[in-house]
């Protein structure tokens, strides 16, 4: 009989140990699993500051817009010495000096100047 009783308590011993174990690895999981959550939280919240500061921006580039009753959509630009008007992106446009550059915001504008249209205008 004594050697059932000192087997079922070294069997207890072994089981209370694996439990100790096992408990001591659940507390360090739970604490891992916090961590986890709170760089998940400081992520999230980064997030969030990020798309309100973009919201943010967003909306005041849609008040600038509303703002701006009359969007100028194209740019004239003709040399006070030539006899053409171009488009501002057109190469002959480019190559005007900035002290003999007239700039129109419509081709009406330009064209009552008594600027001839170049090819890069339609």
């Given at each position: 009989?004594?050697?059932?009783?000192?087997?079922?308590?070294?069997?207890?011993?072994?089981?209370?140990?694996?439990?100790?174990?096992?408990?001591?690895?659940?507390?360090?999981?739970?604490?891992?699993?916090?961590?986890?959550?709170?760089?998940?939280?400081?992520?999230?919240?980064?997030?969030?500051?990020?798309?309100?500061?973009?919201?943010e921006q967003l909306r005041e580039?849609?008040?600038?817009?509303?703002?701006?009753?009359?969007?100028?959509?194209?740019?004239?630009?003709?040399?006070?010495?030539?006899?053409?008007v171009h488009t501002r992106h057109?190469?002959?446009?480019?190559?005007?000096?900035?002290?003999?550059?007239?700039?129109?915001?419509?081709?009406?504008?330009?064209?009552?100047?008594?600027?001839?249209?170049?090819?890069?205008?339609?």
């Amino acid at each position: 009989m004594k050697v059932i009783e000192q087997n079922v308590m070294n069997s207890f011993r072994l089981a209370k140990s694996d439990i100790i174990q096992m408990q001591t690895e659940l507390i360090e999981f739970r604490k891992e699993q916090e961590e986890f959550v709170n760089k998940l939280a400081e992520v999230q919240s980064g997030e969030h500051w990020i798309l309100q500061k973009m919201r943010e921006q967003l909306r005041e580039k849609i008040r600038a817009t509303k703002e701006h009753k009359h969007p100028v959509r194209h740019l004239y630009v003709a040399s006070k010495e030539g006899k053409k008007v171009h488009t501002r992106h057109c190469p002959y446009a480019l190559n005007i000096k900035p002290k003999t550059k007239v700039v129109f915001k419509t081709k009406a504008k330009a064209l009552n100047k008594g600027y001839k249209a170049c090819s890069c205008i339609r």
